[in-house]
């Protein structure tokens, strides 16, 4: 079954999966689900954002340190 993977993307070995959702494409053909989709779609975006920011400041903190 198809789905949908937001990854963060870090210069570490590991990347954090943020949001993992698996889709039939008959689930896209209602518009309330394909709007609550982006939304969620939105929210994993902007965490994942979030914690690669977090991650880069770390890193660039323990390099000063």
């Known amino acids: 079954m198809p789905q949908i993977l937001i990854v963060t993307d870090s210069s570490q070995a590991t990347d954090t999966v943020v949001y993992r959702e698996r889709i039939v494409s008959t689930d896209l053909e209602s518009d309330h689900f394909s709007g609550q989709l982006v939304e969620r779609v939105g929210w994993a975006v902007r965490d ?4 690669e920011h977090r ?3 770390g890193i660039r903190q323990a390099r000063e340190a």
């Open 48 to 51: 994942a954002n979030e914690l």
């Open 55 to 57: 991650a880069e400041t």
